[in-house]
């Protein structure tokens, strides 16, 4: 099954380039021959769980951070704004990361720094309008992560290409939906399509799909993962698996937080 990673696209993964043959030579060519380890150890270790797990938790790590810092500086009448110019940005540097098949330290950590700036503001913005909504989004999305590891790891759920596809598509769907939603919103009814209204049955029907497809890309990830570690991937590539881990948790924590927000209502 073809990986969404692009790290793990190549022709290559996995595989190891015999050493060149070195013929005859002179003496001291040959005694250094056969005083040499029978086996040499690859230039870069293989990609191991350990890996991702500090990865992982540095890039999300560097999110709260950021998070935190913009709840405590930026004021809530401003919020909004500076949010949303955080998600423009980090929009732009996921794509580059995505479809460059570039990803390292600085990529992955500022990318997870730029989106705990809108991560923060949009999670201040919504505490104050619906008291410890955040807490219970926080809650349910380390619920939602730990009850999808479970289901992977004991084979509930496989992830087969059908699978993928089906998860990529509805994916690139709600991204669609949610881009109607909020141009409709700029030209037309501030209530848009209906899917953001919490008048609307629509809102909670699209907000639980959601939340549910945002499972299921935690699903892709976990197998891109386990592949990579099994077909020996590069050490560098445990950052693509941080990268898409924090896409997938924070996709399910801001639907959560939005869900959540509807039955705090007055």
């Known amino acids: 099954m073809e990986s969404r990673n692009p790290a793990f696209r190549g022709k290559n993964f996995g595989q190891q380039q015999p050493p060149p043959y070195s013929g005859y030579g002179t003496p001291e060519m040959l005694n250094e021959t056969y005083q040499a380890p029978a086996y040499a150890p690859p230039a870069t270790r293989p990609m191991t769980y350990d890996d991702v797990v500090v990865r992982g938790f540095l890039s999300l790590g560097m999110l709260v951070l950021t998070g935190a810092l913009t709840w405590l500086l930026v004021p809530t009448p401003t919020a909004l704004a500076i949010g949303g110019v955080a998600f423009l940005l980090q929009l732009g540097l996921g ?26 503001a949009i999670s201040h913005y919504f505490n104050d309008l619906y008291n410890g909504v955040v807490f219970q989004a926080v809650i349910g999305t380390a619920l939602a992560f730990g009850g999808m590891l479970a289901v992977y790891a004991l084979r509930i759920v496989r992830v087969r290409p059908k699978f993928v596809k089906f998860v990529v598509a509805a994916g690139w769907a709600l991204l669609g939906l949610m881009l109607v939603n909020l141009l409709v919103q700029a030209f037309g009814p501030d209530t848009g399509i209906g899917i953001r209204d919490a008048s609307n049955p629509l ?41 898409g881990l924090t896409l997938s948790l924070v996709w399910i924590y801001l639907e959560l937080l939005r869900f959540l927000s509807y039955f705090n209502r007055e």
Do not use: H, M, Q
């Open 203 to 243: 809102a909670y029907v699209f907000s639980v799909v959601a939340i549910l497809v945002g499972c299921f890309f935690l699903l892709l990830d976990f197998d891109e993962i386990e592949r990579g570690v099994n077909a020996g991937a590069p050490e560098k590539f445990a950052w693509y698996s941080a990268f």
């Open 95 to 120: 794509l580059y990361i995505s479809f460059s098949g570039k990803a390292n330290a600085p990529l992955v950590l500022t990318f997870s720094a730029v989106y705990g700036v809108g991560v923060g």
